[in-house]
């Protein structure tokens, strides 16, 4: 949860998203890209042994999808005059927003840990 909370959502998503709004959602792509590439079996023999991780990657994956939706709505806050009189005003309650969404980012990532651990020692049960 700490890896992937703090290190793959705050500071590869959230922050960047606050800093330069918008750009949290092309880092999460890159790291979307990153995934394919890395984690997709290379061979159909492989892909029978990647099913139980399937489903920690959707979670973690869910987690990161979250995170970039409350780092877009930054960008979003600041272009809508209806969400504050300044854009001052709108940028804070955008960064509010992605504090509280956060909450949900962590809730999602550590079910995302529980699953793995299980499964790492479900694996390490099964040798």
């Known amino acids: 949860?700490?890896?992937?909370?703090?290190?793959?959502?705050?500071?590869?998503?959230?922050?960047?998203?606050?800093?330069?709004?918008?750009?949290?959602?092309?880092?999460?792509?890159?790291?979307?890209?990153?995934?394919?590439?890395?984690?997709?079996?290379?061979?159909?023999?492989?892909?029978?042994?990647?099913?139980?991780?399937?489903?920690?990657?959707?979670?973690?994956?869910?987690?990161?999808?979250?995170?970039?939706f409350f780092g877009l709505l930054v960008p979003i806050y600041l272009a809508r005059p209806c969400e504050g009189p300044t854009a001052g005003r709108r940028y804070g309650r955008a960064v509010l927003l992605n504090l509280k969404g956060n909450l949900l980012v962590l809730i999602v990532l550590a079910i995302a840990a529980i699953y793995e651990a299980t499964e790492v020692i479900a694996l390490g049960g099964a040798k």
């Open 1 to 68: 949860v700490a890896i992937n909370f703090f290190i793959g959502s705050l500071l590869s998503i959230t922050v960047p998203s606050i800093i330069a709004p918008g750009a949290g959602a092309l880092l999460a792509g890159l790291r979307a890209l990153a995934w394919g590439m890395l984690l997709a079996p290379a061979h159909v023999s492989l892909s029978g042994v990647m099913l139980p991780h399937s489903f920690t990657l959707l979670l973690e994956g869910e987690g990161y999808i979250l995170a970039t």
